[in-house]
């Protein structure tokens, strides 16, 4: 609505506007912006992304690591366990040991995104209940700071493994990985937060809060990728994303809006900074 906007108004803008429409950003974006990105269209001075960010400016994020492990057993009659070996129970043992991971990780911080985490989000072992399982599959989400390695990351949910290779017999347990999704952090005083904030401060009258969003965006692509500084601004609560009742004030979409607004004529008119967008 910000660029239909400009255009009724024929603004006469003197660099270049690109809008990005993309697919996939849910499961890591490779059939979207990171493939935006190998045909060449990250190439900008600017740019903004429009994720809900409570009205915020948000300048960084986490990186996301998903991880799948599998465990493996033998199979036999729930009448004679003995025979068998259970993969659900050595999966008991490995979320176990994640679970102390977890609570270790909470010493880990970021001052704009709060802690490192990690999240057991899917389980799936077992055929029926009278049959010992021979396999159980586990989902995870591990949020990586920016100050943090992704390799190190691995490794230390590897070490859980291999610390109950040892310890019990028959255990047999593998990991790979589904999805790297960096994380990003920009300056104060990128010329992109320094217009965001001008912009919010003339349509709303107040400065803005500058915080980083603890979920991950196509923004880290588009920074990782295209060495963009970028920002996310967008109303709606960050915190009700994926919530069964997720929505957005038409009040809050408004004054967005007009900050968009603000922004584009900022960067592309008035020539308060240089560069295009």
């Known amino acids: 609505m910000a660029t239909k906007a400009a255009r009724a108004l024929a603004l006469p803008i003197r660099g270049k506007l690109t809008l990005m429409f993309s697919c996939d950003e849910e499961v890591g974006g490779a059939l979207g912006m990171q493939h935006l990105g190998k045909l060449g269209y990250l190439d900008a001075d600017m740019a903004v992304v429009a994720e809900p960010t409570t009205m915020q ?75 010992v399982p021979n396999k159980c599959v586990l989902g995870i989400d591990r949020r990586v700071l920016p100050t943090e390695d992704a390799d190190v990351a691995m490794a230390e949910i590897q070490a859980i493994l291999d610390r109950l290779a040892k310890e019990k017999e028959g255990f047999d347990a593998s990991m790979r990985q589904l999805v790297w999704w960096p994380g990003y952090v920009i300056d104060e005083d990128e010329p992109i937060v320094r217009i965001a904030c001008r912009a919010f401060e003339t349509v709303v009258g107040r400065k803005p809060t500058v915080a980083g969003k603890d979920a991950g965006t196509d923004a880290s692509w588009i920074n990782v990728l295209g060495d963009i500084p970028v920002i996310m601004f967008s109303p709606g609560n960050g915190l009700e994303a994926m919530n069964a009742d997720e929505n957005v004030a038409i009040d809050d979409l408004i004054t967005a809006t007009k900050v968009i607004g603000q922004i584009l004529y900022d960067v592309l008119v008035d020539g308060a900074e240089p560069g295009g967008a």
């Open 57 to 131: 400016i948000e300048i960084a994020t986490k990186g996301r690591l998903n991880l799948e492990i599998t465990t493996r057993g033998v199979a036999t009659h729930g009448a004679r366990p003995w025979l068998g070996h259970s993969a659900i129970e050595d999966m008991v043992d490995v979320v176990n040991g994640l679970r102390t991971l977890a609570r270790e990780l909470e010493s880990r911080t970021h001052p704009l995104l709060g802690v490192a985490t990690l999240c057991i989000g899917t389980i799936d072992g077992g055929t029926v209940p009278n049959m």
